[in-house]
């Protein structure tokens, strides 16, 4: 009985542990890009809802002014280049707990002409790996 609910402890407070790491991530995303979010909706005429589900929820939309919002965001922030590439040395340093090999596999799948369309490919894709990384491995 005491070993049973010794794991059940256990699976509790590693489920809790992965949560953590998880919340932390998001906060650290969310305190990078907040000092930039009111001028990007000014800027480019998001849905200021869509561009809370994104800040707040991780969540990505393809309406394009939401596209576009995610390129000043990410401009702004220095995440990306003007070019379109990404600045692999901002995101590793500026935010704790980044999968790198995250980073690189959606840089190498971020590929569309369109800076707006090419900034939602790698936020959307980087922000999944992110999340499963954390699932799996905390």
């Known amino acids: ?47 200021p809802a869509e561009a809370n589900s994104w800040l707040y929820m991780a969540e990505y939309s393809v309406d394009p002014c939401a596209e576009c919002f995610l390129r000043c965001m990410y401009l702004k922030s220095s995440v990306m280049n003007p070019d379109g590439t990404i600045n692999l040395h901002t995101i590793t340093n500026k935010m704790p707990y980044v999968n790198v090999t995250a980073v690189n596999e959606c840089m190498a799948g971020s590929t569309s002409l369109d800076l707006c369309q090419r900034s939602h490919e790698f936020g959307s894709c980087f922000i999944e790996i992110a999340l499963k990384y954390y699932s799996y491995h905390h």
């Open 1 to 47: 009985m005491k070993i049973a609910l010794f794991v059940l402890l256990l699976h509790f407070y590693a489920g809790v542990a992965d949560k953590y790491e998880e919340n932390a991530f998001l906060e650290a995303r969310l305190n990078f890009f907040l000092s930039f979010y009111t001028e990007c909706i000014c800027a480019t005429g998001v849905d």
